[in-house]
């Protein structure tokens, strides 16, 4: 019999237990910021009709989407987003009350060049907003980012924030046809990674006109790095009817973040944030770390036209995604990933084969007090069984012998500290609870 190479196609992870149980803590964390600020749980399918997805990301968005056909010959693909088929639910269930606040902590595919911090398969941890245009909604989407990063232990981080009608006013104003505007904002999206000269040669390759280039290449020279007056722009763009609206929107945002009380330090406007997706109308925004040099570790922003290429009502919205990915690697390389490698708190060791029942007994009371309490198969030595705990990460182990069984007690080691001390058995649960919310 031939023998099958066991591999997984590039760009696709198996996450072991230990990854899995830092992954979990994460989306664990997350998922409690999200329902602590009102979001309610949200499941798509993995698969859509690929008619779904199509025309909604961009040219580039556009390639990334794995399609293909079912053996009915329908056209599908997996999800490569989150927001699109929160549009079509909505779409499809419009007496869903409004505001309507959800989150969605899912895999998601797309066909990339895998990278660091970049996969074909990975997860987004989204939290959107339907059926609301005051921008209380957007600052409570960005004040849930920021509690997010404050619970994970992030110190270092700037949510950047911008208005697309801005963007939009502006590229008209300087002379910019409005039907290339979208292609223009995804080159401008890529200005941190390639720079003024590499996005100038971006955009008169797609056959954007030289002067117009010169005029919006120089607007964010001179804001690069800076703090910049709103007003100075609204008076500079005088002519145009959406840089206004942006800048109102901004303001009306940045006075509720401050209620809010978010951090300022931790968030600020900068007019060179494009997000590449073209569905995005309003406040967008984007989170980002000094180091590592990761790119972007969540972004999003409003997209009230969305939902109405599904149906004939229309609804505004606002939502953000984290890369749970990205979030990890930089968690890992600044240390502040938790260190623990194991759901088990507890290991029940075998003393012998005449005591099973009451290792049995032990581990039964720890369950149902709802302590994760791991059995010992065999009757090893208890140094093999104290060595396998200590390699798994498990901080408590109990042993019991016949001299704890004839005192009603057991020995409760604490992995960590490598020191043990007799527990009365009434006491067990209580005793464990209590060092482990000490850890």
């Not at 996969?119 to 209380?136: H, K, L, P, T, Y």
């Not at 149906?311 to 623990?340: K, Q, W, Y």
């Amino acid at each position: 019999m031939n023998k099958i190479k066991p591999q997984i196609p590039k760009g696709f992870r198996d996450f072991l237990p230990p990854q899995k149980v830092t992954r979990q803590h994460v989306i664990d964390t997350i998922r409690n910021v999200f329902e602590l600020f009102g979001f309610e749980p949200l499941e798509t399918p993995a698969l859509e009709y690929a008619s779904i997805l199509e025309g909604k990301y961009g040219e580039e968005g556009e390639k990334l989407i794995y399609k293909f056909d079912d053996r009915g010959g329908r056209k599908v693909a997996l999800r490569y987003d989150l927001t699109i088929p929160l549009s079509r639910v909505i779409a499809m269930y419009p007496a869903l009350l409004k505001p309507f606040k959800c989150y969605q902590i899912s895999p998601v595919w797309r066909a990339d060049k895998p990278q660091k911090g970049r996969f074909r398969e990975f997860w987004q941890c989204d939290a959107d907003i339907v059926g609301s245009e005051s921008m209380f909604a957007d600052a409570e989407v960005i004040t849930t980012i920021y509690h997010i990063l404050k619970a994970l232990n992030f110190k270092q981080f700037k949510i950047k924030i911008n208005n697309r009608k801005l963007l939009n006013g502006i590229a008209q104003s300087l002379g910019f046809q409005v039907e290339k505007i979208s292609s223009l904002l995804r080159i401008i999206d890529k200005l941190e990674k390639k720079g003024i000269e590499g996005i100038k040669d971006e955009m008169l390759k797609q056959g954007f006109q030289k002067e117009n280039i010169d005029n919006i290449l120089e607007l964010f020279n001179i804001t690069s790095g800076n703090t910049v007056d709103l007003l100075d722009l609204k008076n500079r763009f005088s002519d145009s009817v959406l840089v206004p609206e942006g800048i109102q929107e901004l303001e009306e945002l940045f006075s509720h973040l401050s209620s809010m009380d978010v951090d300022s330090n931790c968030y600020c406007f900068d007019l060179s944030l494009a997000r590449g997706l073209d569905y995005y109308t309003g406040p967008i925004f984007e989170t980002t770390v000094d180091e590592p040099k990761i790119g972007s570790i969540s972004g999003g922003g409003r997209y009230d036209n969305l939902i109405g290429m599904f149906s004939d009502t229309d609804f505004p919205a606002t939502g953000s995604s984290f890369g749970l990915e990205r979030i990890i690697t930089v968690m890992e390389e600044l240390n502040i990933a938790p260190s623990h490698t194991t759901t088990t708190e507890v290991l029940m060791t075998l003393f012998s084969p005449d005591m099973h029942k009451d290792s049995l007994r032990v581990a039964s009371l720890l369950r149902s007090s709802g302590i994760k309490t791991e059995v010992y198969f065999k009757h090893n030595k208890l140094k093999k069984q104290l060595t396998y705990a200590s390699n798994k990460g498990i901080p408590f182990v109990i042993i019991e012998g016949p001299d704890e069984k004839k005192d009603n007690n057991v020995i409760l080691r604490n992995m960590i500290k490598g020191i043990q001390k007799a527990v009365a058995f009434d006491d067990l649960a209580f005793t464990i609870k209590q060092e482990l919310s000490e850890l």
